[in-house]
């Protein structure tokens, strides 16, 4: 479906396409899993990662190693793979590199405002922050004691302002009021970044438009899973769903009143690209539906590089890279924590 993009997107966007796809090359395949799997020692995993495109950033690294050090290393190496492209891209896809960044903003300004509330250290959790999620007036979050000062004080400056429309109250800050605060900004923001796509036309709107759908109904289902026994009522949790998706909106209807993991499941049974995922599961058993989901992602992801004119493909490779970072670090805490019979439960292979 290439309308004239096919003419015009080298002009600004061959250059970059073509970096994305080497780096595309570089992931990591079933055969370096399964070196990595076997590994005895996190100097092992070290010395098998030094063949990869991860080797220059884990070599100066000295005996013994920790895994918050292999997965900094490997975020770093993220970073600076998305630097470089958004300082080569022009508009639109500037814009939409940034678009990538503002879910890592939202779980920063989350961590930061939970930690204070538990009385955490600021540039302890300065440390945990994701690097793609930082902006200059962060550490300015612990002052803030309800959603009306953090947003005046600190976000009205940053990407995230308009999102916060739908959030300012002046309760307190506490536990629930800061995950409700959490999904509010995820579903704003997705549902900007869906209208951002549709607005680019073409491929992309074609390709981001099914990534974002399929983010959208997860979060509608973890979102209903977890308030399950909450005191978050039926209506609260209707408002937390993203207006788009293959459950919108007659799937939020039935998610919205579920009662248990079985109901969901019965509700989602009903659309066939969830029935795959949900039959992996056995009744009652919500624990792998994670993994379940995780895997259906990669696998439209992959698919994005199948097709040529089109930014889905940075997303695509941002998305791949960060579930490969998370692969290394359930191996590397399985490998320290002596949990190797353990090490393929939570392993998502790429290809």
């Known amino acids: 479906m290439y309308g ?31 070196n990595l799997c076997q590994c005895e020692t996190l100097d092992d995993i070290k010395m098998h990662l030094s063949a990869t495109e991860y080797g ?24 600076d793979e998305y630097k470089h492209m958004l300082c080569q891209a022009t508009e639109p896809l500037s814009t939409f590199l940034e678009y990538i960044t503002y879910g890592h903003m939202i779980d920063n300004v989350v961590l930061i405002v939970t930690g204070t509330l538990h009385e955490r250290d600021v540039q302890e959790l300065l440390e945990k922050c994701h690097p793609l999620g930082m902006f200059d007036s962060i550490a300015t979050l ?30 307190d800050l506490d536990d629930m009021n800061i ?28 390709i981001m438009s099914d990534l974002l759908a399929f983010e959208a109904d997860r979060r509608a289902v973890n979102i209903t899973i977890n308030s ?27 998610l919205a009143v579920c009662e248990d993991i079985d109901q969901v499941r019965g509700t989602m049974e009903k659309y066939p690209p969830y029935q795959s995922i949900f039959s992996k599961l056995s009744y009652g058993e919500s624990q792998m539906l994670d993994k379940a989901f995780y895997e259906e992602e990669v696998k439209r992801l992959c698919l994005a590089f199948e097709q040529q004119f ?15 970072i998370r692969n290394l670090m359930w191996i590397s805490e399985c490998v320290a924590q002596n949990q190797k019979s353990r090490v393929h439960d939570s392993v998502v292979f790429i290809f």
């Open 228 to 254: 399950i026994g909450t005191e978050l009522t039926r209506d609260d949790r209707r408002k937390l769903y993203s207006n788009f998706g293959l459950l919108y909106p007659y799937g939020h209807e039935e």
């Open 4 to 34: 004239f993009e096919a003419m015009t997107f080298n002009i600004h966007g061959g250059y970059l396409e073509a970096i994305v796809r080497g780096h595309r090359a570089g992931l990591l395949t079933p055969a370096d899993y399964n």
């Open 142 to 171: 612990a002052v803030a004691q309800n959603m009306r000062e953090l947003y005046r004080l600190v976000l009205v400056d940053t990407p995230l302002a308009p999102y916060f429309s739908e959030c300012i109250t002046s309760e």
């Open 310 to 324: 089109h930014y889905g493909v940075f997303f695509a490779y941002m998305r791949l890279r960060e579930q490969e």
């Open 56 to 79: 220059p950033y884990l070599q100066n690294e000295p005996s013994p190693l920790h895994t918050t050090t292999i997965v900094e290393k490997c975020t770093l190496k993220l970073v």
């Open 179 to 206: 995950e409700i605060m959490r999904n509010t900004l995820y579903k704003a923001y997705l549902e900007d970044f869906y209208k951002f796509c549709q607005k680019l036309g073409g491929a992309t709107a074609e």
